[in-house]
């Protein structure tokens, strides 16, 4: 309970919370303060923009950043990356669901399991050996999973989620 008061706090969110053996309304997102990187809709409990939750830079890391060092297919030896769990932003939003439709830049879309994404800790990568994530480098949001830590997902039935220039998530 703790840790969710001071997720709370640094979303600039509102303080009533609604979680099990508690009264009061759920959490309310602030709104972004800069420009908005990241869409989510569908089934979220939580919104900030017309059906929608939306965040800027800001508001993704002050969820918690997190590392992962891993391999990718598209990168030489091993990356440091840096970004929020992307089951941390989906509890934040109070996400339900099975499946997560991630679309970047360019309209390329995939479905998500989203009991993969929380039992293979995936993050939204914003950088990459401490560099920023931009467009023109998979940015400013790229799916990372922790393929080095789990070589059993390191194939073809992940790689196609590791979506970058993500710009939405449907909740589905």
Same mark, same amino acid.
């Given at each position: 309970?703790?840790?969710?008061?001071?997720?709370?706090?640094?979303?600039?969110?509102?303080?009533?919370?609604?979680? #099990?053996?508690?009264?009061?309304?759920?959490?309310?997102?602030?709104? #972004?303060?800069?420009?908005?990187?990241?869409?989510?809709? /569908?089934?979220?409990? %939580?919104?900030?923009? %017309? $059906?929608?939750? *939306?965040?800027?830079?800001?508001?993704?890391? $002050?969820?918690?950043?997190?590392?992962?060092?891993?391999?990718?297919?598209?990168?030489?030896?091993?990356?440091?990356?840096?970004? *929020?769990?992307?089951?941390?932003?989906?509890?934040?939003? /109070?996400?339900?669901?099975? $499946?997560?439709?991630?679309?970047?830049?360019?309209?390329?879309?995939?479905?998500?399991?989203?009991?993969?994404?929380?039992?293979?800790?995936? !993050?939204?990568?914003?950088?990459?050996?401490? %560099?920023?994530?931009?467009?023109?480098?998979?940015? #400013?949001?790229?799916?990372?999973?922790?393929?080095?830590?789990? #070589?059993? !997902?390191?194939?073809?039935?992940?790689?196609?989620?590791?979506?970058? $220039?993500?710009?939405?998530?449907?909740?589905?």
């Amino acid at each position: 309970m703790n840790r969710f008061r001071r997720i709370v706090a640094m979303l600039g969110l509102a303080t009533t919370l609604s979680l #099990p053996g508690t009264a009061g309304a759920l959490v309310k997102l602030a709104r #972004p303060s800069d420009a908005v990187i990241l869409t989510v809709t /569908g089934n979220i409990a %939580e919104t900030n923009g %017309e $059906q929608s939750a *939306v965040f800027d830079r800001a508001m993704l890391e $002050q969820l918690g950043t997190t590392e992962i060092v891993t391999h990718t297919p598209w990168t030489e030896g091993e990356v440091r990356f840096t970004g *929020v769990r992307l089951d941390q932003l989906l509890d934040a939003i /109070g996400a339900k669901g099975t $499946q997560l439709k991630a679309v970047a830049a360019n309209d390329y879309a995939v479905e998500i399991p989203l009991d993969e994404v929380r039992r293979y800790p995936a !993050i939204l990568a914003m950088s990459m050996n401490g %560099e920023r994530l931009r467009l023109r480098d998979k940015g #400013p949001l790229w799916i990372i999973y922790p393929w080095a830590e789990h #070589p059993e !997902i390191d194939n073809n039935g992940t790689h196609p989620h590791s979506v970058w $220039q993500l710009k939405a998530l449907h909740v589905q």
